[in-house]
Protein backbone atom coordinates (compact mmCIF):
# COMPACT_ATOMS: atom_id res chain seq x y z
CA UNK A 1 0.00 0.00 0.00
CA UNK A 2 1.00 3.47 -0.89
CA UNK A 3 0.16 5.67 2.14
CA UNK A 4 1.47 9.05 1.75
CA UNK A 5 1.64 10.50 5.50
CA UNK A 6 2.28 14.60 6.14
CA UNK A 7 2.43 15.47 10.06
CA UNK A 8 2.14 18.55 10.43
CA UNK A 9 1.35 19.38 13.82
CA UNK A 10 3.74 18.57 16.79
CA UNK A 11 1.10 16.82 18.75
CA UNK A 12 1.63 13.68 16.48
CA UNK A 13 4.89 12.90 17.55
CA UNK A 14 3.58 11.18 20.65
CA UNK A 15 1.95 7.91 18.45
CA UNK A 16 3.60 6.33 15.64
CA UNK A 17 0.85 7.18 12.96
CA UNK A 18 2.70 5.80 10.18
CA UNK A 19 2.22 2.47 11.76
CA UNK A 20 -0.61 2.43 12.79
CA UNK A 21 -2.20 3.99 9.82
CA UNK A 22 -1.07 1.65 7.74
CA UNK A 23 -1.96 -1.59 9.97
CA UNK A 24 -5.67 0.49 10.02
CA UNK A 25 -5.87 0.43 6.17
CA UNK A 26 -4.43 -2.69 5.81
CA UNK A 27 -6.51 -4.57 7.97
CA UNK A 28 -9.49 -2.85 6.27
CA UNK A 29 -8.84 -2.61 3.00
CA UNK A 30 -8.01 -6.67 3.35
CA UNK A 31 -11.62 -7.00 5.00
CA UNK A 32 -13.20 -5.31 2.18
CA UNK A 33 -11.85 -7.96 -0.62
CA UNK A 34 -9.38 -4.97 -1.65
CA UNK A 35 -5.32 -5.85 -1.95
CA UNK A 36 -3.55 -3.31 0.47
CA UNK A 37 -0.75 -3.20 -2.02
CA UNK A 38 -2.56 -1.84 -4.55
CA UNK A 39 -4.18 1.11 -2.90
CA UNK A 40 -2.74 4.64 -3.11
CA UNK A 41 -4.22 7.02 0.31
CA UNK A 42 -2.42 10.58 1.78
CA UNK A 43 -3.07 11.36 5.02
CA UNK A 44 -2.80 14.54 6.45
CA UNK A 45 -1.85 14.75 10.33
CA UNK A 46 -2.61 18.42 11.14
CA UNK A 47 -4.05 20.82 13.77
CA UNK A 48 -7.57 22.18 14.42
CA UNK A 49 -6.53 25.34 13.01
CA UNK A 50 -5.76 23.92 10.11
CA UNK A 51 -8.40 21.48 9.90
CA UNK A 52 -11.34 23.87 10.39
CA UNK A 53 -10.55 26.24 7.35
CA UNK A 54 -10.48 22.66 5.76
CA UNK A 55 -13.95 21.97 6.89
CA UNK A 56 -14.95 25.92 6.05
CA UNK A 57 -13.84 25.38 2.71
CA UNK A 58 -14.98 21.48 1.94
CA UNK A 59 -18.32 21.53 4.29
CA UNK A 60 -18.91 25.30 4.78
CA UNK A 61 -18.70 24.45 8.71
CA UNK A 62 -15.45 26.85 10.12
CA UNK A 63 -15.32 24.72 13.46
CA UNK A 64 -12.51 22.16 13.86
CA UNK A 65 -13.62 17.97 13.25
CA UNK A 66 -11.93 14.94 14.22
CA UNK A 67 -11.48 13.41 10.37
CA UNK A 68 -12.01 14.77 6.96
CA UNK A 69 -12.21 12.60 4.01
CA UNK A 70 -11.89 13.21 0.18
CA UNK A 71 -12.89 10.54 -1.85
CA UNK A 72 -10.92 9.98 -5.88
CA UNK A 73 -14.10 8.21 -6.79
CA UNK A 74 -17.78 9.01 -5.71
CA UNK A 75 -18.55 5.44 -4.79
CA UNK A 76 -21.64 5.84 -2.53
CA UNK A 77 -24.54 3.99 -3.78
CA UNK A 78 -27.93 5.23 -4.54
CA UNK A 79 -29.63 3.38 -3.09
CA UNK A 80 -29.64 4.01 1.39
CA UNK A 81 -28.38 0.90 3.27
CA UNK A 82 -26.64 -0.82 0.04
CA UNK A 83 -23.04 -1.35 -0.24
CA UNK A 84 -21.29 1.15 -2.69
CA UNK A 85 -19.98 0.40 -5.80
CA UNK A 86 -16.46 -1.02 -5.67
CA UNK A 87 -13.29 1.62 -6.65
CA UNK A 88 -12.06 0.54 -10.38
CA UNK A 89 -7.91 0.48 -10.43
CA UNK A 90 -5.86 3.26 -12.90
CA UNK A 91 -4.69 1.53 -15.98
CA UNK A 92 -1.04 0.64 -14.11
CA UNK A 93 -3.65 -1.69 -11.57
CA UNK A 94 -3.35 1.10 -8.58
CA UNK A 95 -6.14 2.68 -6.77
CA UNK A 96 -6.47 5.86 -5.69
CA UNK A 97 -8.55 6.26 -3.01
CA UNK A 98 -8.17 9.28 -1.71
CA UNK A 99 -7.03 11.66 1.27
CA UNK A 100 -7.77 12.02 4.74
CA UNK A 101 -7.13 14.63 7.39
CA UNK A 102 -6.66 14.72 10.77
CA UNK A 103 -7.10 16.82 13.57
CA UNK A 104 -4.49 16.07 16.51
CA UNK A 105 -6.35 18.49 19.58
CA UNK A 106 -9.53 17.31 18.68
CA UNK A 107 -8.79 13.63 18.26
CA UNK A 108 -6.67 13.93 21.85
CA UNK A 109 -9.19 15.30 23.32
CA UNK A 110 -12.29 13.51 22.24
CA UNK A 111 -9.91 10.01 23.11
CA UNK A 112 -9.85 11.76 26.75
CA UNK A 113 -13.40 12.33 27.21
CA UNK A 114 -14.48 9.01 25.92
CA UNK A 115 -11.62 6.77 28.36
CA UNK A 116 -9.75 5.67 25.21
CA UNK A 117 -5.92 5.83 24.24
CA UNK A 118 -5.31 8.38 21.54
CA UNK A 119 -4.04 4.99 19.56
CA UNK A 120 -7.02 3.22 19.97
CA UNK A 121 -8.97 6.29 18.96
CA UNK A 122 -7.03 7.17 16.12
CA UNK A 123 -7.33 4.00 14.54
CA UNK A 124 -11.32 4.36 14.71
CA UNK A 125 -10.69 7.65 12.77
CA UNK A 126 -8.41 6.10 10.17
CA UNK A 127 -10.78 3.27 9.58
CA UNK A 128 -13.80 5.46 9.38
CA UNK A 129 -12.28 7.97 7.16
CA UNK A 130 -11.37 5.12 4.51
CA UNK A 131 -14.28 4.01 4.68
CA UNK A 132 -15.79 7.24 3.32
CA UNK A 133 -13.60 6.90 1.09
CA UNK A 134 -14.79 4.09 -0.53
CA UNK A 135 -17.71 4.95 -0.66
CA UNK A 136 -19.57 4.57 2.82
CA UNK A 137 -21.47 6.80 4.82
CA UNK A 138 -23.56 7.90 7.67
CA UNK A 139 -26.20 10.64 6.23
CA UNK A 140 -29.15 8.10 6.90
CA UNK A 141 -29.89 5.43 9.63
CA UNK A 142 -29.14 2.18 6.60
CA UNK A 143 -26.12 3.82 5.44
CA UNK A 144 -24.77 4.53 8.96
CA UNK A 145 -25.71 0.87 10.03
CA UNK A 146 -24.03 -0.68 7.04
CA UNK A 147 -20.79 1.29 8.55
CA UNK A 148 -20.79 1.42 11.86
CA UNK A 149 -21.27 -2.79 11.47
CA UNK A 150 -18.07 -2.82 9.44
CA UNK A 151 -16.57 -0.03 11.61
CA UNK A 152 -17.12 -2.67 14.32
CA UNK A 153 -15.92 -5.70 12.93
CA UNK A 154 -12.74 -4.05 11.37
CA UNK A 155 -11.71 -2.60 15.04
CA UNK A 156 -12.75 -6.23 16.05
CA UNK A 157 -9.94 -7.68 13.54
CA UNK A 158 -7.24 -4.99 15.00
CA UNK A 159 -7.41 -5.93 19.24
CA UNK A 160 -10.25 -2.60 19.62
CA UNK A 161 -13.53 -2.69 20.79
CA UNK A 162 -16.70 -1.72 19.57
CA UNK A 163 -16.78 2.26 19.56
CA UNK A 164 -20.36 2.83 19.30
CA UNK A 165 -21.29 0.56 22.85
CA UNK A 166 -22.56 2.60 25.86
CA UNK A 167 -20.86 1.47 28.96
CA UNK A 168 -24.18 1.68 31.28
CA UNK A 169 -21.40 1.90 34.12
CA UNK A 170 -21.45 -0.91 37.44
Known amino acids: ?14 LDLNA ?4 AVSVSLAHLGLDPYAC ?5 ATDDAHIATLN ?3 RGKPTPTNVLSWPADDLA ?3 PGAPPYPPEPDPDGTFPLGDIALAWETCNREATEQGKSPSDHVTHLVVHGLLHLLGYDHETDPDAALMETLEVT ?6 LP ?6 DGP
Do not use: C, H, S
Request: charged share 25%.
Open 56 to 58: AEF
Open 20 to 23: LAVR
Open 40 to 44: EIALL
Open 154 to 159: ILGKLG
Open 1 to 14: MTLDLLVEAAGWQA
Open 162 to 167: DPYAID
Open 77 to 79: AEE
